[in-house]
């Protein structure tokens, strides 16, 4: 097989040899003569597994014992509503940064549920800046101030983040997490989604600062309550088994690359590669703040909308997949995750500058 080079913003690219290591472990898992995707959520089999899962990703991320680790379904999109059915409570208010498309759906599931403020809104830049992390201040009253760490959509990255003091600081990292080190203390909540840099679709990472619980509503159904999922170290109910295998080889892979810190390097290599070409050039240009663009998706455009989409031609021709921008906001995006390999976005960076010479 010839694989492609796959630019897409999610699900999205694996590393190769986690990809061999699922094909031979689907068939018997460890010699114990059944599939780890057939043994039951209760069984050592599975056990095991999950356990060494949740302890490398402790370890890869600093995370102490005053948090909770564990994996939900329903995307990263559940989280979206139970954020607020469980720390938006009555006679309060939550801060929301409206920072583009994703920390909007966030906000807009947060008003179902409660008063929520703004404490800023990109609208009018069109979502390519965010404020300064410096700047940023919660209400006392705030139940919490929640922003989105990487809009996949946009491009944009917050490169620190905010001192929310008193006020519980909680972010949706689904398409950053793990392409640094995290400062877990600064947080809350976390929650990422898996299929942007850590697997296959189907779970949702959650870390949870114990004390969270104690304002959390107690009257949820059991699925939307998290003290439940947290009581049962995420067991509560049957998690995403095939999805959670997948992360661990992924974290195993991680750990051999060097780490949060090593990922982190990979990511500013691959990003520096593509802005290089981006900035020493004349025809394509990004719309994003320099300060604030990501590392993980890399948002940039042509001239005019027909050279977009003769550039998507020749990268479909280069077996490139995923460089359309989304639907939204049109353009083009190179998502370029951790598993992304370094020459895979040297070409397309040489297939820009050729893209130019052409028809610059
Ligand atoms: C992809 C994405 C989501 C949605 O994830 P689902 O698993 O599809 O629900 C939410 N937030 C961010 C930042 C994302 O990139």
Request: hydrophobic letters at 40%.
């Amino acid at each position: 097989m010839q694989r492609k080079l796959n630019f897409f913003a999610g699900p999205s690219v694996l590393p190769l040899e986690v990809l061999q290591q699922l094909k031979d472990g689907i068939l018997e898992y460890n010699g114990q003569g059944l599939s780890i995707i057939e043994a039951s959520h209760r069984s050592g089999v599975f056990d095991g597994m999950y356990h060494e899962c949740i302890a490398l990703m402790r370890e890869l991320l600093g995370i102490s014992d005053e948090y909770s680790v564990y994996f939900l379904g329903g995307g990263a999109t559940l989280q979206f509503a139970m954020v607020p059915m469980n720390f938006l409570r009555p006679d309060t208010a939550a801060d929301y940064i409206k920072s583009g498309a994703w920390a909007n759906k966030a906000a807009s599931d947060a008003e179902k549920i409660g008063r929520v403020r703004y404490y800023y809104d990109g609208s009018a830049d069109r979502y390519t800046t965010l404020p300064n992390p410096a700047d940023v201040q919660a209400s006392d009253d705030s139940s919490y101030l929640f922003l989105c760490s990487n809009e996949t959509i946009g491009g944009i990255q917050w490169k620190e983040f905010p001192d929310t003091g008193t006020v519980p600081l909680i972010a949706d990292m689904s398409s950053d997490f793990f392409s640094r080190p995290l400062p877990i203390d600064q947080f809350s909540m976390v929650y990422a989604g898996v299929q942007k840099n850590l697997g296959p679709a189907g779970a949702t990472v959650i870390i949870m600062k114990k004390s969270l619980l104690d304002k959390q509503n107690p009257n949820l159904p059991a699925y939307l309550d998290y003290s439940l999922h947290d009581k049962d170290g995420g067991l509560y109910n049957t998690p995403p088994v095939f999805s959670i295998w997948a992360v661990k080889l992924v974290l195993e892979w991680i750990k051999k690359n060097g780490g949060a810190e090593g990922m982190e390097k990979r990511a500013a290599l691959k990003s520096g590669l593509l802005y290089n070409v981006i900035d020493s050039s004349s025809f394509f240009y990004s719309p994003v703040d320099p300060v604030y663009r990501s590392t993980m998706n890399v948002v940039f455009r042509l001239p005019t909308e027909e050279l977009e989409a003769a550039f998507l031609e020749e990268t479909k021709k280069a077996g490139m997949l995923g460089l359309k921008g989304h639907r939204s906001v049109g353009g083009l995006r190179a998502s370029i995750y951790n598993a992304l390999p370094v020459e895979d976005v040297k070409q397309l960076a040489d297939l820009m500058k050729e893209f130019e010479r052409k028809n610059g």
